[in-house]
């Protein structure tokens, strides 16, 4: 684990490369685009981006699905930031890696964050295609996000986590859902540190914890962002059944696939929270 201060300056690093990129242009949202929404992406208008790699301290995406880009532009006549991929503890990245483009975004003033994802459907009312609200999730799997040397400057030591999903925004999604005619799920989202799926064993194991999908990102990044003081969305493109719930395998290319015709659907619930948030949401 790196040490705390020379971690904190990579962060102020970071946060500074992103800032005189942005210029005159500062976002307070942004958006992580889970596997296979990266088409969100070109509905940006007035678009600029910087590849992670330009960016000191991000660590490299490796996924299929996963651009590596961080993008600026507007979107529903607000300015944005959008992480065109994410980093996964899969993918051999330590903790802090994988929530470093957290801290470094709300160092650079992201206020408010929007977090998708491609999940597995455990809820067999759930169907391929459907998006769910996140109203909670299950992290019990996952490596603590905040283990280490407390940041005091992001947040405490020993953060509430029973609200980590904003009833406000949650509010404002269902009413974009309903004004856009596109029916929202809701259900608890489960972290789970692949890169192998769950087997069905796993997923029965899950469904009687009281979680409805299940994936292998999210959890890290909404725990570090309300340690950071972010406000948090969590929607969940539901891309495949869950093992077991249906008598067929699983694949990654079946997740991309549907996260593309997703893709869509997804996009247009963005534009119409996004248009809808707060200008300056502190």
């Not at 963005?270 to 948030?277: F, L, P, Q, S, T």
Request: hydrophobic fraction near 40%; charged fraction near 20%; proline fraction near 7%.
């Amino acid at each position: 684990m790196m040490d705390s201060l020379r971690y904190e300056a990579q962060i102020d690093e970071a946060a500074g490369a992103i800032l005189a990129h942005w210029g005159d242009r500062k976002p307070r949202i942004g958006l992580i685009l889970g596997s296979g929404l990266g088409p969100v992406a070109d509905r940006l208008e007035d678009v600029s981006a910087i590849s992670y790699d330009a960016l000191p301290g991000f660590p490299r995406t490796t996924v299929p699905g996963h651009e590596g880009r961080l993008l600026t532009g507007r979107i529903a006549g607000r300015q944005i930031a959008v992480m065109q991929g994410r980093f996964h503890y899969y993918e051999g990245h330590t903790m802090q890696d994988v929530v470093f483009p957290i801290r470094a975004l709300r160092r650079a003033g992201i206020g408010d964050l929007i977090l998708t994802n491609a999940a597995g459907g455990v809820n067999r009312a759930f169907q391929p295609g459907d998006l769910m609200l996140i109203t909670d999730h299950i992290g019990l799997f996952c490596e603590p996000a905040l283990r280490g040397p407390n940041l005091d400057s992001f947040g405490p030591r020993f953060p509430d986590q029973s609200r980590v999903y904003d009833p406000d925004l949650a509010d404002l999604a269902r009413s974009c859902a309903d004004q856009i005619d596109r029916p929202l799920r809701e259900g608890v989202y489960v972290y789970c540190k692949g890169p192998q799926f769950e087997t069905p064993a796993e997923i029965r194991m899950i469904a009687a914890l009281g979680g409805d999908a299940v994936g292998m990102s999210t959890v890290p990044e909404a725990v570090t962002a309300v340690h950071s003081g972010m406000r948090v969305l969590g929607i969940s493109c539901i891309t495949n059944a869950a093992a077991g719930i249906l008598n067929m395998p699983l694949s990654h290319e079946e997740v991309l696939e549907a996260g593309r015709f997703l893709s869509g659907r997804a996009v247009r619930l963005v534009e119409a929270i996004v248009g809808r948030m707060p200008a300056d949401p502190g």
